[in-house]
């Protein structure tokens, strides 16, 4: 079964500052990738997602992260944050014609004002 | 469209009664997950549906668990007898099969706690 990692669980940054949080899956074949975000007392959105094609993918709210298959990595960037990103990020994959989804264990971002 | 939702948003019973958990999928969506997040084990698919059917329920932890999808736009899982070590959120998401592979777009989740 494919397995999700992403490292560290917590970060704290200021308002301005770039995130870059890192995902890798551990799975050979072919995998669709995704980003949740999940805000404070609120259900788990998806921000982006990679099927196929062009390995950056854009997503909501000014994120985006690159599919890098050789690394087997999934990372998720943003520019500038803001205090709004505040959130816990949920990175999870799934393979060709299975529709299991396995989540990492989730990034906590604080930014401060 | 309101969105998937679950019913009661939290729980709150003693060890050994019995738990029901709703969820109602978005309408179209063919594919129906449960989902369990705790802190320990974070998200964990519990088990998902296809057109109402059962597909995998390899993550459901013990037969204290069951789900059931009687139609299209209703699910349950029920936990009997529930214990402390159940308390968690559970999710239900739900997803169309079409463009590629689905993305599930989740509901509010069911805070429960056993006591």
């Known amino acids: 079964a494919q397995s999700v990692s992403q490292h560290n669980h917590h970060v704290i940054l200021s308002e301005a500052a770039s995130l870059e949080l890192g995902c890798n899956y551990s799975y050979g074949g072919t995998v669709n990738l995704f980003w949740y975000v999940q805000y404070p ?45 505040t959130a816990e990020y949920f990175c999870a994959v799934s393979t060709y014609g299975n529709n299991r989804l396995a989540f990492g264990k989730g990034n906590q971002v604080v930014v401060i004002p | 469209d309101a969105g998937v939702i679950q019913s009661p948003r939290h729980e709150v019973t003693e060890m050994g009664q019995e738990v029901t958990l709703r969820c109602k999928p978005i309408s179209g969506h063919d594919y129906l997950f449960w989902y369990r997040q705790t802190m320990m084990r974070g ?72 006591l």
């Not at chain 2, 998200?43 to 057109?51: M, P, R």
């Not at chain 2, 459901?60 to 736009?73: G, H, L, T």
Request: net charge neutral; charged share 20%.
């Open chain 1, 41 to 85: 007392g609120q259900h788990l959105q998806l921000l982006l997602k990679y099927f196929s094609g062009d390995p950056l993918v854009k997503g909501i709210k000014g994120f985006e992260a690159e599919f890098i298959k050789s690394k087997f990595s999934f990372n998720l960037r943003k520019p500038s944050v803001q205090w709004s990103d």
């Open chain 2, 43 to 114: 998200l964990e698919l519990l088990i998902y549906f296809n057109n109402n059917v059962p597909i995998d329920d390899s993550g459901m932890p013990e037969d204290r668990f069951s789900a059931k999808m009687p139609n299209a736009s209703f699910s349950t899982l029920k936990i009997q007898p529930s214990e402390p070590r159940d308390s968690a959120v559970y999710f239900c998401a739900s997803s169309s099969g079409l463009a590629g592979g689905p993305s599930p777009f989740f509901g509010p989740g069911t805070r429960l706690t056993v």
